[in-house]
């Protein structure tokens, strides 16, 4: 009887393991950044707040500094499978949904709070967007990752009206960025981040578009000593998840991933704008810092304005319904 019930005990026990092994199911990221940064310590709180709801069930694992992908590989990977969430530039998606770069068409929002109501979670706009970028990759938006508002940067002149831009090289990192540069009679040069310093250094463009946090962490005003703070663009991240993994997982860990995405993406917008704020107050003892008045202001928008029928005309129906929804939830 003794070895009968010990014989049944580890029977019990082998059949358990499995069970025990699937009830903890492990969530790997690919990040673009450290995970010092913004974006990186974004995910961690979203880990935090996941592994914690979760009772450990849900394990995160972060890859950041493009361990295992470069930026623009996240869309494939996450929507392929190949790794089961990422965070990525939302310009990254444009090969597949060129709508997304409605956020890059300069002066669309008219100030902040009306850009938060534009891409908040459930808006006609942001729904639109993420729906097609499901459909069309099969990576489903989790939440926006916000990253700060594009400026300009010069040498010796200091940008105050359009017609400073005519005739120059600018350094850009996005199409409708190029065509905004285009429409203010400059010309486009596409240029990732990590160039910049070397690119302003040796002269090769005489202008650049960036965010404030890139213009301190880059230490650009080294090189350049005129920022223009436009704001005419956003420049958001994504963080994305495979659709067939997040629909594999119970109903409560979906709600879960769903309410942390919330959570997270508010407190890292409300971040970031502080920060840039902050940022930009340090910058002007170390450059010429040009605070448009709204004369001017309406006289950049003005300059660029052919850019959003252009997006709308190349883009199509989609592009032209996420304008309409943009602009009835708080663009100009």
């Known amino acids: 009887m003794k070895l009968l019930l010990r014989n049944l005990l580890v029977t019990a026990a082998l059949l358990s393991a499995p069970s025990i092994a699937a009830a903890e199911t492990t969530v790997r990221v690919t990040l673009q950044l450290p995970e010092t940064h913004s974006l990186g310590q974004n995910w961690n709180r979203f880990k935090d707040i996941v592994e914690e709801k979760s009772n450990g069930e849900l394990k995160l694992q972060l890859f950041p500094s493009a361990q295992l ?22 310009g990254r998606f444009a090969g597949s949904v060129p709508a997304v770069d409605v956020v890059s068409l300069p002066f669309f929002f008219k100030d902040e709070a009306a850009l938060r109501v534009a891409i908040a979670t459930g808006s006609s706009m942001r729904t639109l967007l993420d729906d097609a970028i499901l459909e069309e990759t099969g990576a489903r938006v989790l939440w926006w990752q916000a990253f700060g508002r594009n400026v300009y940067l010069s040498k010796s002149t200091a940008l105050q009206v359009p017609d400073d831009v005519r005739g120059k090289k600018v350094r850009t990192y996005g199409k409708v960025q190029g065509w905004t540069v285009e429409a203010l009679g400059g010309a486009a040069t596409l240029m990732s981040g990590s160039k910049q310093f070397l690119a302003y250094q040796q002269g090769a463009v005489d202008i650049g578009m960036t965010g404030v946090s890139a213009v301190n962490s880059r230490k650009l005003y080294e090189v350049m000593d005129s920022m223009t703070l436009t704001f005419d663009s956003v420049i958001e991240f994504v963080a994305v998840i495979n659709n067939d993994f997040f629909e594999s997982l119970s109903a409560e860990n979906q709600r879960i991933l769903v309410e942390a995405a919330a959570t997270v993406e508010s407190e890292l917008r409300d971040k970031i704008y502080a920060q840039e704020a902050a940022d930009v107050e340090e910058l002007r003892s170390k450059m010429t810092v040009v605070d448009l008045t709204t004369s001017e202001r309406d006289k950049w928008q003005d300059a660029t304005s052919s850019v959003i029928d252009r997006f709308m005309s190349e883009v199509g129906p989609t592009g032209e319904a996420v304008v309409k929804a943009g602009l009835a939830e708080g663009g100009q």
């Open 69 to 90: 992908y470069k930026d623009n590989q996240v869309p494939e990977a996450v929507g392929s499978g190949a790794i089961e969430a990422g965070s990525a530039f939302l």
